[in-house]
């Protein structure tokens, strides 16, 4: 409570009321700051329109699914290109080959190109122009309910936004391609069969309890964006079957097989805890103004189906690996380490099991008609999701240390988080083998959101949090003198700061910048606590963050589409507007067109998520933490 008879002199009682607002959610910032959202809200409903929008019609996201139960429904896609991007501004680089061959497999019936240097940046430029991360399309979800519970925006699809987003579960659970040529369900989900996809040794047979692949695309023969354009010149294909052999439908000059078929655990995290479960709440409690998430309500109902299967990810020292057995890497011919853990990965599926976890007690204390089979339901999964984290043994008996031990005393080295590593390897004898290098924004940044920086603080020192943020801009930092705008994805983009403390201008990304804010929200709302009682150092620390956070938002909208074309980031296509087209304000994934060490590339094409995470920054909304407060 905020009442406190106590006799004080104004000061005092200034410092306790600032104490208890900030406490109870009232405040989430200091009342030093400045540092406010509007830039980001002023266009905001031409950036929502983006989100729900058909891209053939109006240069957005959305296309319009024709296989199976999806027939008829709107889908996101994850980015807005053309052809003339990839033909005139990539294809023209020196260093670039465009021209590929592709061939025609009469055992499998794939088109693929060879090998040489034309065949990735053809995948590439199909895979960004056909397909749906599901990481994506959970922001995608998050953002457009958001956009009607907060700000009131409208599109043409639904009255009700949650329908819209609805969609996105819909084809998750069908598990096939929006416009699937032939509809086989499950076909997208990552089912064991033999030693492919299994999980820490489990086999999982049910499609629905399956992890999904990272990708979806429309359909399985897929077009490149030059099919039917002048740059088609650059594409040949060999052994296509004639008539008399025996023609397949679909396969012709221009098109390839999708090849992307990686099922990992950050991005089903997203996918079936983080973007449905904030979905459903802002829609049933903000929205229609509830007090719950109904227990039948899809996002629930699948997040339950997948969460023995992230329980058998677990490690023994906590960590949950990255992929199951048998899942291709990032490199053709390789396949990841069936013990290798992405940092981020697990922060990203710690922040999901706790919403989930918030979401099943709050369901379960107000909705009277729950039966007795489903209050046991949501007890099991409960003490599933307690196990995950706290450490313990599992229903399937095996022990953990559980996340939180993982996180403390495993993932943290020098001062920051780790990308990732092997645990519990077979062919290892220690049982955390972390990789030290290339060192990654996301980690970090999504770490302090997910853990809260009042934890990261409690196990490693006052004021761990934000020294690591600190040493974040140091090498990851993107901006122009000594004012920071942003970051980019590693310690090898170009960015970081100089001797001098001038920053460095590599690469900025506009979804990774908006979880760095999002990041440095938590870490004012940490410190103004101890600021409200006079500590000086926490006055400081503030007073810093409250200038990263204002500059950082006032350069995001540089990444807007119709800013970026006519600002100077190096790297820019020349003649942008013409490239790309839209009706709408999206922003861009990138500012440049770059390799990230991580295993793809960024473009400077608008992007679903990143205009996704604008939605959220711009209304104050913390995926990491349930409803949205921060953790």
Same mark, same amino acid.
């Given at each position: 409570?905020?009442?406190?008879?106590?006799?004080?002199?104004?000061? &005092?009682?200034?410092?306790?009321?600032?104490?208890?607002?900030?406490?109870?959610?009232?405040?989430?910032?200091?009342?030093?700051?400045?540092?406010?959202?509007?830039?980001?809200?002023?266009?905001?409903?031409?950036?929502?329109?983006?989100?729900?929008?058909?891209?053939?019609?109006?240069?957005?996201?959305?296309?319009?699914?024709?296989?199976?139960?999806?027939?008829?429904?709107?889908?996101?896609?994850?980015?807005?290109?053309?052809? %003339?991007?990839?033909?005139?501004?990539?294809?023209?680089?020196?260093?670039? /080959?465009?021209? @590929?061959?592709?061939?025609?497999?009469?055992?499998?019936?794939?088109?693929?190109?060879?090998?040489?240097?034309?065949?990735?940046?053809?995948?590439?430029?199909?895979?960004?122009?056909?397909? %749906?991360?599901?990481?994506?399309?959970?922001? =995608?979800?998050?953002?457009? @309910?958001l956009g009607q519970a907060a700000n009131g925006f409208t599109n043409t699809y639904a009255a009700d936004a949650y329908?819209?987003?609805?969609?996105?579960?819909?084809?998750?659970?069908?598990?096939?391609?929006?416009?699937?040529?032939? @509809?086989?369900?499950?076909?997208?989900?990552?089912? &064991?069969?033999?030693?492919?996809?299994?999980?820490?040794?489990?086999?999982?047979?049910?499609?629905?309890?399956?992890?999904?692949?990272?990708?979806?695309?429309?359909?399985?023969?897929?077009?490149?964006?030059?099919?039917?354009?002048?740059?088609?010149?650059?594409?040949?294909?060999?052994?296509?079957?004639?008539?008399?052999?025996?023609?397949?439908?679909?396969?012709?000059?221009?098109?390839?097989?999708?090849?992307?078929?990686?099922?990992?655990?950050?991005?089903?995290? =997203?996918? +079936?805890?983080?973007?449905?479960?904030?979905?459903?709440?802002?829609?049933?409690?903000?929205?229609?103004?509830?007090?719950? /998430?109904?227990?039948?309500?899809?996002?629930?109902?699948?997040?339950?189906?997948?969460?023995?299967?992230?329980?058998?990810?677990?490690?023994?020292?906590?960590?949950?690996?990255?992929?199951?057995?048998? &899942?291709?890497?990032?490199?053709?011919? *390789?396949? /990841?380490?069936?013990?290798?853990?992405?940092?981020?990965?697990?922060?990203?599926?710690?922040?999901?099991?706790?919403?989930?976890?918030? *979401?099943?007690?709050?369901?379960?204390?107000?909705?009277?008609?729950? %039966?007795?089979?489903?209050?046991?339901?949501?007890?099991?999964?409960?003490?599933?999701?307690?196990?995950?984290?706290?450490?313990?043994?599992?229903?399937?008996?095996?022990?953990?240390?559980?996340?939180?031990?993982?996180?403390?005393?495993?993932?943290?080295?020098?001062?920051?988080?780790?990308?990732g590593g092997l645990a519990n390897a077979a062919d290892r004898t220690e049982a955390w083998v972390p990789m030290l290098?290339?060192?990654?924004?996301?980690?970090?940044?999504?770490?302090?959101?997910?853990?809260?920086?009042?934890?990261?603080?409690?196990?490693?020192?006052?004021?761990?949090? +934000?020294?690591?943020?600190?040493?974040?801009?140091?090498?990851?930092?993107?901006? @122009?003198?000594? *004012?920071?705008?942003? /970051?980019?994805?590693?310690?090898?983009?170009?960015?970081?700061? *100089?001797?001098?403390?001038?920053?460095?201008?590599?690469?900025?990304?506009?979804?990774?910048?908006?979880?760095?804010? &999002?990041?440095?929200?938590?870490?004012?709302?940490?410190?103004?606590?101890?600021?409200?009682?006079?500590?000086?150092?926490?006055?400081?620390?503030?007073?810093?963050?409250?200038?990263?956070?204002?500059?950082?938002?006032?350069?995001?909208?540089?990444?807007?589409?119709?800013?970026?074309?006519?600002?100077? +980031?190096?790297?820019?296509?020349?003649?942008?507007?013409?490239?790309?087209?839209?009706?709408?304000?999206?922003?861009?994934?990138?500012?440049?067109?770059?390799?990230?060490?991580?295993?793809?590339?960024?473009?400077?094409?608008?992007?679903?998520?990143?205009?996704?995470?604008?939605?959220?920054?711009?209304?104050?909304?913390?995926?990491?933490?349930? %409803?949205?407060?921060?953790?």
């Open positions: 409570m905020c009442h406190d008879h106590a006799v004080c002199d104004l000061k &005092t009682c200034f410092s306790r009321l600032l104490r208890c607002l900030i406490g109870i959610g009232i405040i989430v910032s200091s009342p030093f700051s400045s540092a406010r959202a509007e830039t980001l809200l002023d266009g905001l409903s031409e950036s929502y329109r983006f989100l729900v929008s058909d891209r053939d019609a109006d240069g957005g996201a959305l296309y319009t699914a024709t296989a199976g139960a999806l027939k008829g429904r709107a889908l996101p896609l994850s980015y807005l290109d053309s052809a %003339a991007y990839w033909g005139e501004f990539v294809c023209a680089s020196p260093d670039v /080959v465009c021209a @590929v061959t592709d061939r025609y497999d009469s055992e499998d019936s794939t088109l693929s190109p060879l090998p040489g240097a034309g065949g990735p940046l053809q995948i590439e430029r199909v895979f960004v122009h056909n397909g %749906a991360s599901i990481y994506d399309a959970a922001v =995608w979800q998050i953002a457009v @309910v329908d819209l987003a609805g969609n996105q579960s819909l084809l998750l659970r069908e598990g096939h391609c929006g416009d699937a040529e032939v @509809v086989v369900k499950g076909a997208n989900r990552a089912v &064991t069969r033999g030693e492919s996809f299994r999980y820490n040794g489990q086999a999982v047979s049910d499609p629905q309890n399956a992890f999904a692949f990272r990708m979806f695309g429309r359909s399985w023969l897929s077009d490149d964006p030059f099919r039917g354009t002048p740059w088609e010149r650059w594409i040949t294909v060999e052994g296509l079957p004639t008539r008399q052999t025996g023609p397949k439908p679909g396969h012709r000059r221009g098109r390839i097989s999708w090849a992307d078929w990686k099922p990992i655990t950050g991005e089903n995290a =997203w996918a +079936f805890l983080l973007g449905p479960l904030h979905a459903a709440y802002l829609h049933h409690v903000r929205y229609k103004e509830g007090r719950f /998430v109904p227990f039948d309500d899809p996002a629930i109902r699948q997040a339950l189906a997948l969460l023995p299967t992230f329980a058998a990810m677990q490690s023994d020292i906590g960590a949950v690996y990255y992929a199951p057995a048998g &899942t291709a890497g990032n490199v053709g011919g *390789t396949f /990841v380490h069936p013990q290798q853990v992405s940092v981020e990965n697990n922060f990203s599926l710690y922040a999901g099991l706790k919403v989930l976890g918030a *979401t099943l007690e709050v369901t379960l204390a107000a909705q009277t008609t729950l %039966a007795g089979r489903d209050k046991r339901t949501i007890r099991q999964a409960l003490a599933t999701i307690q196990t995950m984290l706290h450490g313990g043994k599992s229903a399937s008996g095996r022990t953990t240390a559980g996340l939180i031990d993982f996180f403390r005393h495993r993932a943290w080295h020098a001062g920051g988080f780790v990308q290098l290339p060192l990654a924004v996301d980690v970090n940044t999504w770490g302090v959101a997910a853990l809260g920086a009042g934890m990261i603080d409690d196990w490693f020192g006052s004021g761990a949090a +934000f020294d690591n943020w600190q040493q974040v801009k140091r090498w990851g930092g993107y901006g @122009v003198g000594q *004012t920071l705008w942003g /970051v980019g994805y590693s310690d090898r983009d170009g960015n970081g700061m *100089t001797a001098g403390g001038d920053f460095r201008q590599g690469i900025v990304s506009a979804e990774w910048t908006a979880g760095a804010i &999002t990041m440095v929200r938590n870490l004012r709302r940490h410190y103004a606590r101890a600021a409200a009682d006079g500590d000086a150092k926490a006055r400081a620390r503030l007073s810093s963050l409250d200038r990263d956070e204002r500059h950082m938002l006032a350069a995001l909208v540089r990444l807007r589409h119709d800013r970026y074309a006519s600002e100077a +980031f190096p790297g820019r296509p020349d003649d942008y507007a013409r490239l790309i087209r839209t009706r709408s304000k999206p922003y861009l994934y990138a500012s440049r067109r770059a390799m990230i060490p991580f295993g793809w590339y960024a473009n400077p094409i608008p992007s679903t998520c990143a205009t996704g995470w604008v939605v959220l920054v711009a209304n104050h909304y913390d995926p990491f933490g349930y %409803a949205g407060h921060p953790n």
